[in-house]
């Protein structure tokens, strides 16, 4: 049974505090991805990594930082946490594609990380 | 740049059946994704199509139409446990890592 785990379900934190999101995935995959979810805003991507040490910006990178040092585990930084980061984040994983036409590999969620920052 | 709609909020009954739409607009096309979202609970896989037609898997089909920019989701013989949000999502590349672009959701409230 493929699992996405992430470190805790539930966190609070303090403005200004160092937060670390942590990501683990047992299926071998190389793609990996952080997204927060807020309503009304959808499920939006902060960064992501194809390979182990590689990472790209997604569309909200900033605030944010991550670190792939081994390809199962992927971590989310918040340098210094403040009230609107907020948020449901959501880590995934997937294989990295085959090539054909009809090909896809879908993404596998974590069970998600409810951070509150006061 | 892209664009991807959704409605924000259905009902249904139970037994029903519901057609949940999905227009997108991408510079290029690489396939369609559903999702189902549970509240409290991780999005999980539904459905990929990439070329023009309907899927069928069970209860829940899936539609695209490429030139439209469209895709539906539809849900027969419906039950309480559909009730969840429904994500439509569509990749920016066809290359290895397949970065998603996601809608808003779809939140389907099924009622007895």
């Known amino acids: 049974d493929v699992k996405v785990t992430q470190s805790s379900r539930y966190l609070v934190k303090r403005t200004g505090e160092k937060v670390f999101l942590e990501c683990v995935q047992d299926m071998d995959h190389e793609n990996m991805f952080w997204y927060r979810q807020d309503p009304g805003l959808g499920l939006r991507l902060i960064y992501f990594s194809y390979d182990v040490k590689m990472k790209e910006k997604g569309d909200i990178p900033e605030g944010y930082s991550v670190s792939r040092e081994k390809k199962e585990r992927f971590s989310l930084i918040l340098e210094s946490a403040s009230t609107n980061q907020t948020s449901m984040y959501l880590c995934a994983s997937s294989q990295r594609l085959a090539g054909a036409l009809s090909s896809y590999n879908e993404q596998f969620f974590g069970p998600g990380t409810r951070l509150t920052v006061l | 740049g892209q664009n991807i709609d959704q409605p924000t909020e259905m009902t249904a009954t139970e037994g029903a059946i519901v057609q949940i739409n999905c227009t997108y607009q991408?510079?290029?096309?690489?396939?369609l994704f559903w999702y189902q979202q549970h509240a409290g609970e991780a999005p999980t896989f539904l459905s990929y199509n990439v070329l023009d037609g309907l899927e069928e898997k069970g209860r829940f089909s899936s539609f695209l139409s490429r030139s439209k920019g469209y895709s539906y989701l539809l849900l027969k013989e419906l039950q309480m446990k559909d009730s969840a949000s429904y994500l439509c999502?569509?990749?920016?590349?066809?290359?290895?890592?397949?970065?998603?672009?996601f809608g808003t959701g779809t939140r389907l409230l099924v009622s007895p």
């Open positions: 999502a569509v990749p920016l590349t066809n290359t290895g890592f397949q970065k998603l672009v």
């Open positions: 991408t510079s290029g096309f690489n396939g």
